[in-house]
């Protein structure tokens, strides 16, 4: 695997970076700014960078994972309060079964647990069952379970919900809703096709980890450079100095890890994706957690306070580190890659 982007992923890189420091979030009031929410919406529409696992002629996406990953770090690094991850996933979804493109917004549901993605049994999504990113999806995919595996079927939503994430609002899916199969679906979604969907959904949340631990460590250095202590800045204070050098050796170690989850992707066999995806979901989850809490605890008192922005860091990271699965759902995946524990009661 070679590390570094090529000049076309890091021309990517650059153009979603203007995009969200011109058209993001960057004050906690500016989340009610319907013009600028509108205006970031329209310029991510522009740029098709919810496409880039659409099919081309011979089936394969139009882009690798490691563009898609590029795109969500970026918008994860400014707080990007459009969707990005449930359309991306849903289309993705549909590429696997060989379905016709959305003629509207859509995003998935995922179970209760937010672990994997809801699967339908006798018409009706599991109680509590969760559609994520739902600013602006009319409907979200489930699974129906078939003899051959599962086919794709959509469940109406109606208005966005809120929940823990700021940025994007998830919907708790009505038990009483029923699902309606994808039409022209050209096979059902196997077994490994799912697991290469479930790597990549894991490698979209480590690298939408990776932003927001990466825009947590720029908020916390910005107001550690400026805010004045005993006349100097607390930014020169060694302690400070120490929580900030952590902070940056784990959104880099993060940022690793998570690069090549999403090259697996598309590089490895179905299970070995999964098994470095799990790896590294499970590393993200708890570094940016530790990350977004030193954003915090940088910022003294008013890093406490609903005006700092550094909580909106904290809320993305949270929602992210849960969605495919925690800490703790994504190293038994691990374990259960290389067949550890089990039967002798490790696992």
């Known amino acids: 695997m070679d590390v570094r982007l090529s000049s076309v992923q890091q021309a990517l890189r650059e153009s979603v970076s203007l995009v969200v420091d011109r058209l993001g979030p ?9 013009e600028r929410s509108e205006r970031l919406e329209a310029a991510i529409v522009a740029s098709g960078w919810r496409e880039l696992r659409s099919p081309e002629a011979e ?16 918008l994860g690094r400014g707080l990007a309060d459009a969707p990005f991850l449930g359309p991306t996933m849903a289309s993705e979804l549909r590429r696997l079964v060989d379905a016709p493109a959305a003629t509207a917004d859509e995003t998935v549901v995922l179970a209760p647990s937010l672990s994997d993605l809801a699967v339908v049994v006798g018409g009706a999504p599991p109680k509590g069952a969760v559609a994520i990113d739902t600013q602006r999806a009319h409907a979200a995919l489930v699974l ?24 994007r609002p998830s919907t708790v899916i009505d038990s009483r ?6 039409g022209q679906q050209g096979w059902p979604l196997s077994r490994d096709a799912l697991a290469k ?7 979209l949340t480590c690298a939408d980890l990776v932003g927001v631990m990466c825009g947590a460590v720029e908020l916390a250095s910005g ?45 490895l066999a179905p299970e070995e994706a999964l098994g470095a995806a799990a790896g590294a979901k499970a590393y ?3 570094a940016a957690r530790t990350v977004c809490e030193t954003s915090i605890q940088v910022h003294g008192g008013v890093g406490n306070t609903w005006e700092c922005l550094a ?5 993305r990271a949270l929602l992210s580190s849960e969605i495919l699965g925690g800490v703790g759902v994504n190293l038994g995946r691990v374990l259960a890659h290389y067949g550890i524990g089990g039967s002798d009661g490790l696992r």
Do not use: K, N
């Open 26 to 34: 960057h004050a906690v009031r500016e989340l009610d700014d319907l």
């Open 284 to 286: 993200c989850a708890r």
């Open 177 to 182: 809703s029923l699902a309606v199969e994808v």
């Open 144 to 167: 129906v379970p078939v003899r051959e595996g599962h086919v794709v079927a959509a469940l109406p939503l109606g208005s966005a919900g809120a929940g823990v994430d700021l940025t």
């Open 223 to 267: 107001y550690a450079a400026a805010r004045q202590q005993f006349g100097r800045p607390v930014g020169s204070f060694q302690a400070v100095q120490h929580l900030l050098a952590d902070a940056v050796v784990l959104m880099e170690g993060s940022r690793s890890v998570a690069r090549h989850a999403a090259w697996a992707v598309d590089a």
């Open 311 to 315: 909580h909106v860091h904290l809320r």
């Open 59 to 74: 089936g394969a996406p139009l882009a690798s994972g490691v563009e898609a990953a590029i795109v969500a770090e970026e």
């Open 197 to 203: 969907w479930t790597a990549l959904g894991l490698a």
